[in-house]
């Protein structure tokens, strides 16, 4: 008879090296072997809590050649471990087409859950939770992340990116100019780490905070982006104002009725100057 293994998804820390369960130690430390996205990276995590087991590099230059390797590891009865360098594996990491193959081959599969630095963040976001898309890393070429970032300028649901320090600074430019300044968003950087920073803001004032600032351009980051209101009430808030505005210049000055306006309907106050402008003039 034929005794199947298994391997555990196992969660590790994002930062913080406490955040693990006690059931992830337990498996980590009873496999016989795990395959770790960086070994020295995962090595330090290991080494903390005092784990001996065997480990073997599994990235996404040499994914398919660890399935040939591990499959048959498997199919022996071996029990293995997946690990990433922080969080959830597969999460912006290698191993889905392990995962995919050990699918076809009927190998069992247990998730032992744990930290996951896109829920981290959204969590203490501020921004809704009940629906999100979960972006990762946008292209890193102009033209194509341009393409993706206007694709999602309409999605209603929050949205979750993950960011390179060099490049956060534009990824805020690049929202404001496809999304618009007043879209709220929130910047965590190094989350569970000693220099944890949670930013909740304006893209516009999220942007000014981190060029102003050099330490915030550093670490690893987490961008919750607040999604797109529903066409629906886009249309409702521009029928709004069409109704509000003119009663409001008719008995304030052009300055006081254009921000007063803004705030009643959250519209942006360029697109109510220039339509306060083309009443004024009619």
């Given at each position: 008879m034929i005794h199947l293994g298994c391997l555990y998804i196992v969660s590790t820390p994002i930062g913080n090296l406490a955040d693990i369960s006690l059931r992830a130690l337990e498996i980590l430390k009873s496999v016989?072997?795990?395959a770790a996205e960086d070994t020295r990276h995962s090595q330090q995590l290991l080494n903390f809590y005092g784990i001996k087991t065997p480990c073997v590099s599994l990235h996404e230059h040499n994914e398919q050649q660890r399935i040939a390797e591990l499959l048959p590891q498997l199919q022996a009865g071996k029990r293995i471990a997946l690990i990433a360098d922080a969080g959830t594996p597969l999460i912006s990491d290698p191993g889905s087409r392990?995962?995919?193959?050990?699918?076809?081959?009927?190998?069992?599969?247990?998730?032992?859950?744990g930290a996951c630095a896109a829920i981290s963040a959204l969590v203490v976001s501020g921004l809704s939770s009940d629906r999100f898309v979960f972006e990762g890393f946008l292209p890193a070429k102009g033209a194509a992340r341009q393409k993706r970032l206007t694709e999602l300028a309409t999605e209603t649901r929050t949205i979750i990116f993950y960011e390179a320090p060099h490049r956060i600074a534009e990824l805020l430019a690049q929202l404001i100019s496809i999304c618009g300044s007043e879209r709220l968003a929130t910047v965590a950087r190094e989350l569970t780490k000693t220099f944890e920073t949670i930013r909740h803001d304006h893209v516009s004032a999220l942007k000014r905070?981190?060029?102003?600032?050099a330490n915030q351009r550093k670490g690893e980051f987490v961008v919750i982006l607040q999604g797109a209101p529903p066409v629906a009430e886009k249309n409702a808030g521009e029928q709004e104002l069409q109704r509000i505005l003119p009663i409001l210049l008719a008995e304030l000055p052009l300055k006081q009725a254009v921000t007063l306006a803004a705030q009643i309907t959250g519209q942006k106050r360029n697109r109510i100057y220039s339509l306060a402008l083309k009443f004024s003039t009619a």
């Amino acid at each position: 008879m034929i005794h199947l293994g298994c391997l555990y998804i196992v969660s590790t820390p994002i930062g913080n090296l406490a955040d693990i369960s006690l059931r992830a130690l337990e498996i980590l430390k009873s496999v016989d072997l795990i395959a770790a996205e960086d070994t020295r990276h995962s090595q330090q995590l290991l080494n903390f809590y005092g784990i001996k087991t065997p480990c073997v590099s599994l990235h996404e230059h040499n994914e398919q050649q660890r399935i040939a390797e591990l499959l048959p590891q498997l199919q022996a009865g071996k029990r293995i471990a997946l690990i990433a360098d922080a969080g959830t594996p597969l999460i912006s990491d290698p191993g889905s087409r392990l995962v995919h193959a050990l699918h076809q081959a009927h190998i069992p599969m247990s998730p032992v859950a744990g930290a996951c630095a896109a829920i981290s963040a959204l969590v203490v976001s501020g921004l809704s939770s009940d629906r999100f898309v979960f972006e990762g890393f946008l292209p890193a070429k102009g033209a194509a992340r341009q393409k993706r970032l206007t694709e999602l300028a309409t999605e209603t649901r929050t949205i979750i990116f993950y960011e390179a320090p060099h490049r956060i600074a534009e990824l805020l430019a690049q929202l404001i100019s496809i999304c618009g300044s007043e879209r709220l968003a929130t910047v965590a950087r190094e989350l569970t780490k000693t220099f944890e920073t949670i930013r909740h803001d304006h893209v516009s004032a999220l942007k000014r905070w981190v060029e102003e600032d050099a330490n915030q351009r550093k670490g690893e980051f987490v961008v919750i982006l607040q999604g797109a209101p529903p066409v629906a009430e886009k249309n409702a808030g521009e029928q709004e104002l069409q109704r509000i505005l003119p009663i409001l210049l008719a008995e304030l000055p052009l300055k006081q009725a254009v921000t007063l306006a803004a705030q009643i309907t959250g519209q942006k106050r360029n697109r109510i100057y220039s339509l306060a402008l083309k009443f004024s003039t009619a």
